[in-house]
């Protein structure tokens, strides 16, 4: 079964940071861009990166450029995102989503894990 | 940056037509896809390439994309079809999703 398993969410004090981790299985992961999409409480889907194949092409959305990091392992089967400097407005359930490119958009996503940034 | 925009809401009785629009500049000249998300899960891809229907959708959902506005339309709307749905593109190598629309089967 194609699957992806997000890990790594919880409660973290503004300032602070979190590492998300994305487990996948049931496809040759490495024949795949990924991405995070994330959603605050209650509001729509955001975009926050995505990192091609062999990691050679890295994007993020201005909202979270130079706080985040996007990685991942294909040896592994993972991928990965490093949240620093959290602000509240970073509280979102976070998505990791694979890219298909007969689609030009996300067939699969997981189902996603809770960061709640709060003092 | 790209903007989408989508209506926060639309409203159909069971049995009708829906139609969501998403509006972008040159949206024609874009492919969209469309999302929905029901309480409490994770999206999933109902109308991708502006047209095509993955396996598994039924065939009420279609789309079309033509000048500044993508359309999803779920014909012989059915109460199971009520959830958000969210347009999706690309626009210079990052990905810019519309606001959603909460589609309600009255």
């Known amino acids: 079964e194609v699957q992806l398993v997000e890990s790594g969410g919880g409660l973290v004090k503004p300032g602070g940071s979190l590492r998300l981790s994305c487990a996948a299985s049931?496809?040759?992961?490495?024949?795949?861009?990924m991405n995070w999409v994330r959603q605050p409480p209650g509001k729509g889907l955001e975009w926050v990166s995505s990192?091609?194949?062999?990691?050679?092409?890295?994007y993020y959305a201005d909202s979270v450029k130079g706080r985040f990091t996007i990685s991942r392992d294909n040896a592994k089967n993972s991928l990965y995102l490093h949240l620093n400097s959290l602000t509240p407005e970073d509280t979102a359930i976070y998505y990791c989503?694979?890219?298909?490119?007969?689609?030009?958009?996300?067939?699969?996503w997981g189902q996603g894990t809770m960061v709640s940034v709060s003092s | 940056s790209y903007e989408l925009t989508q209506p926060p809401s639309v409203s159909v009785s069971p049995g009708q037509t829906a139609i969501i629009t998403c509006s972008g500049d040159?949206?024609?000249?874009?492919?969209a896809c469309w999302y929905q998300q029901k309480p409490g899960q994770s999206p999933v891809v109902v109308i991708y390439q502006d047209t095509k229907r993955p396996s598994g959708i039924p065939e009420r959902f279609s789309g079309s994309n033509s000048g500044n506005t993508a359309t999803l339309t779920i014909s012989g709307t059915q109460a199971m079809d009520e959830a958000d749905y969210y347009c999706q593109v690309w626009d210079s190598s990052t990905v810019v999703f519309g606001g959603g629309t909460k589609l309600t089967v009255l």
């Open positions: 989503a694979r890219y298909y490119g007969d689609y030009d958009g996300f067939d699969i």
């Open positions: 040159k949206m024609g000249g874009k492919y």
């Open positions: 049931g496809f040759t992961f490495s024949d795949h861009s």
């Open positions: 990192i091609s194949s062999y990691s050679r092409y890295i």
